[in-house]
C-alpha cells in the first residue's frame, strides 16, 4: 500500500534553516509528482510547493518563494523540502502528497505529517 513518512521537523529560531524529508513506498515512485502542502492551527491546508516526475519542475507558493525548495531523488523514492529564512508564520504541520490515478480512479495519499515550528 502506498506509504508516506515525513520527517526532520523541529523547534527552530526566525531566520533558520530545515530540511524535511518525506519517504515514499508503495507505489513507482518516479512517475509520479510530489507535493508538500503545510496547515497551521485554526486554518486550512494549503500547498507550499509541487515537483514534477523528474524533478525538472517546481511550483511554489506565494509565501515561500525564495525560501524554500522542493527536491527529490528518484534512486532513493525520497522528497525533500530544503527550507530556508523560516518565519514565525511558518509554523505548521507540513505533510507529503501525492495523487495516484488508477484505471479511472483518481486518489489522494498523505503521510502523518512533521511539526515545525519557528519561534524565539
Known amino acids: 500500500q502506498v506509504q508516506l513518512v515525513e520527517s526532520g521537523g523541529d523547534l527552530v529560531q526566525p531566520g533558520g534553516s530545515l530540511r524535511l524529508s518525506c519517504a515514499a513506498s508503495?507505489?513507482?515512485?518516479?512517475?509520479?509528482?510530489l507535493s508538500w502542502f503545510r496547515q497551521a492551527s485554526g486554518t486550512q491546508r494549503e500547498l507550499v510547493a509541487i515537483?514534477?516526475?523528474?524533478?525538472?519542475?517546481?511550483h511554489y507558493a506565494d509565501s515561500v518563494k525564495g525560501r524554500f525548495t522542493i527536491s527529490r531523488d528518484n534512486a532513493k523514492n525520497t522528497v525533500y523540502l530544503q527550507m530556508d529564512s523560516l518565519k514565525s508564520e511558518d509554523t505548521a504541520t507540513y505533510y507529503c502528497?501525492?495523487?495516484?490515478?488508477?484505471?479511472?480512479?483518481?486518489?489522494?495519499?498523505w503521510g502523518q505529517g512533521t511539526q515545525v515550528t519557528v519561534s524565539s
Open positions: 502528497n501525492v495523487l495516484i490515478t488508477t484505471g479511472e480512479e483518481t486518489k489522494q495519499f
Open positions: 515537483i514534477t516526475e523528474t524533478g525538472a519542475g517546481t
Open positions: 508503495g507505489f513507482i515512485f518516479s512517475e509520479y509528482a
